[in-house]
Nanobody
Framework: VQLVESGGGLVQPGGSLGLSCAAS????????MGWYRQAPGEQRELVAR???????NLADSVKGRFTISRDNAKNMVYLQMNSLKPEDTGVYYC?????????WGQGTQVTVSS
């Protein structure tokens, strides 16, 4: 199983970034997918989640700014991040979950700074 994130980088406050996660080795359409982030010295926290049926759940801190979506034909999940704030800085991890199975990507760094 591989989850490979891409799209991280350095952006100024108020800017936008789009993250992508390519999944392989799983029956993607069966899995719920999520994005988590971990800031330095902090615990990993849920940012956004999308079920296999397409229902979404976003952390209160990102509602109205972030959007999660998936493309089952391409085995991809996306996180569009707008109006970024310095507190959005961290390593963003892609997550796949199904019943007792759970997998993680290696993470991609997002830094919001002027």
């Amino acid at each position: 199983v591989q989850l490979v994130e891409s799209g991280g980088g350095l952006v100024q406050p108020g800017g936008s970034l789009g993250l992508s996660c390519a999944a392989s080795g799983i029956t993607f359409s069966l899995y719920g997918m999520g994005w988590y982030r971990q800031a330095p010295g902090e615990q990993r926290e849920l940012v956004a989640r999308i079920t296999r049926g397409g229902s979404t759940n976003l952390a209160d801190s990102v509602k109205g700014r972030f959007t999660i979506s998936r493309d089952n034909a391409k085995n991809m999940v996306y996180l569009q991040m707008n109006s970024l704030k310095p507190e959005d800085t961290g390593v963003y991890y892609c997550n796949a979950y199904f019943v007792q199975n759970e997998y993680w990507g290696q993470g991609t760094q997002v830094t919001v700074s002027s």
